[in-house]
């Protein structure tokens, strides 16, 4: 059974605009504040990280909850 790679984007907490990193910029890490260029509102990167997984984990479970039932329908169906 494959799975659609997912892909999780980083987003803001107060505007859900994508969190981008400047090009050449160091990878934020643990602790850091993560300046939204849409709303200017300083996001706390474990939050942020945190926030990104749990909506990971949710599209990898439709993701795979979509996959079983068409394998399903190609059984029963
Ligand atoms: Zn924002």
């Known amino acids: ?18 969190l981008g990193g400047k090009p050449g910029a160091d990878k934020p890490k643990s602790g850091d504040l993560i300046t939204c260029q849409a709303c200017g509102q300083g996001n706390d990167f474990d939050s942020v990280l945190e926030a990104a997984k749990e909506k990971g984990v949710a599209q990898v479970e439709e993701a795979v909850g979509k996959k079983i039932a068409e394998e399903l329908k190609k059984l029963f169906g």
């Open 1 to 18: 059974m494959e799975i659609d790679p997912i892909e999780i984007e980083l987003r803001c907490l107060f505007c859900d605009a994508v």
